[in-house]
């Protein structure tokens, strides 16, 4: 659903000095927290994660999951890769609160990669750009936002 939303919004003609951010994030040593405190502990890990992604972002920005434990965000209207970047370390700092799960820790926390779509590209090229730079974040030292 969120590629669709994704392949829309590419489509939309966009006022000048607008783009379209998206944001990659990968949940850092999700299997960790599955193995450890089990499946349902990576689920309400996984739930939080949504929840604090979504009051985090604006109206009309839209996050959704693709994978496991992958999210995209989409922000149009965004100006610049700074804003976009400026958003996702917003995101990485609420997510990286605890959850408190049946009478446990969970720390989790998301590597983000961010980007800007270019005038007429698809959406594989964005979500695949975005995803190398999520790849960096996690080589770099997870818990953190590239850009790319």
């Known amino acids: 659903e969120v590629i669709g939303r994704l392949e829309s919004a590419l489509a939309q003609p966009r006022s000048p000095g607008s783009?379209?951010?998206i944001l990659?994030?990968?949940v850092d040593h999700?299997?960790?927290i599955n193995d450890t405190l089990g499946?349902?502990?990576g689920d309400v890990a996984l739930s939080t994660l949504a929840a604090r992604i979504s009051e985090t972002i604006r109206q009309g920005d839209t996050v959704g999951r693709i994978g496991g434990d992958e999210m995209v965000v989409l922000?149009?209207?965004v100006h610049s890769l700074d804003e976009v970047a400026q958003i996702a370390e917003k995101i990485r700092c609420r997510a990286?609160?605890?959850i408190e799960y049946d009478g446990k820790t969970i720390r989790a926390t998301l590597s983000i990669g961010a980007t800007v779509s270019a005038p007429g590209e698809s959406a594989n090229g964005v979500t695949a750009r975005a995803d190398v730079a999520m790849y960096q974040a996690k080589q770099a030292r997870r818990n953190?936002?590239?850009r790319i």
């Open 19 to 21: 783009q379209l951010g």
């Open 96 to 98: 990286a609160e605890p």
């Open 39 to 41: 499946h349902a502990a």
């Open 24 to 26: 990659f994030c990968d």
């Open 30 to 32: 999700f299997k960790t």
């Open 75 to 77: 922000l149009p209207g």
């Open 144 to 146: 953190n936002v590239v």
